[in-house]
Antibody, heavy 120, light 107 residues
């Protein structure tokens, strides 16, 4: 059973960089044909796809965030991460990591989510 | 980006009712349409993929249909645990996008 767990600071100052890590257990992020994804949800609002990293290390990003976001993986720790720079209050949200099993499959496994607040 | 529009935004129903939620895409997405259920404070739970295929373990009272731009999620007989917010999501093209959600409340 694959499990995902987000971790990182819950408070980030405006203009700084948000950094979160997703630790995967029950499967290797470097095997198979999986896409490891970040999704966020502002309080009381809908879901926004941030981007993903493939097992090969290739990445795809939402154009709305592309200039500010980087997703990377550390296969030795079975983790993948997201960095979002120049954050504002609009980036305050619950951030989820998730998995999809091929290019256009649904997100079948999710982390529990972690709230990140952007505030001084 | 492909816009996903759900209706209604909220819905009140009773246990045992049959309910239908609709999702419309701004362009054809073939059948690359997925449904999720989200309860307060929890991550979304994957219910249906490819418009009409039920994820393993999801009760058979849930069903999905549609193709192209118009899709529906139907719950045949509402159970207490079904009261939640439901989201559709297109996986046809990036950026993958979600509907705004339909909140299903107890009448």
């Amino acid at each position: 059973q694959v499990q995902l767990q987000e971790s990182g600071p819950g408070l980030v100052k405006p203009s700084q960089t948000l950094s979160l890590t997703c630790t995967v257990s029950g499967g290797s992020i470097s095997s198979g044909s999986y896409y490891w994804t970040w999704i966020r949800q502002p309080a009381g609002k809908g879901l926004e796809w941030i981007g993903r990293i493939y097992t090969s290390g290739s990445t795809n990003y939402n154009p709305s965030l592309k200039s500010r976001v980087t997703i990377s993986a550390d296969t030795s720790k079975n983790q993948f991460s997201v960095k979002l720079n120049s954050v504002t209050a609009a980036d305050t949200a619950v951030y989820y990591c998730a998995r999809s099993y091929n290019w256009n499959s649904p997100f079948d496994y999710w982390g529990q989510g972690t709230l990140v607040t952007v505030s001084s | 980006d492909i816009q996903m529009t759900q209706s209604p935004s909220s819905l009140s129903a009773s246990v045992g009712d049959r309910v239908t939620i609709t999702c419309r895409a701004s362009q054809s997405i073939n059948n690359y349409l997925n449904w999720y259920q989200q309860k307060p404070g929890k991550a979304p739970k994957f219910l249906i993929y490819a418009a009409s295929s039920l994820q393993s373990g999801v009760p058979s009272r849930f069903s999905g249909s549609g193709s192209g731009t118009d899709f529906t999620l139907t719950i045949s007989s509402l159970q207490p645990e079904d009261f939640a917010t439901y989201y559709c999501q297109q996986s046809y093209s990036m950026p993958f996008t979600f509907g705004q959600g339909t909140k299903l409340e107890i009448k």
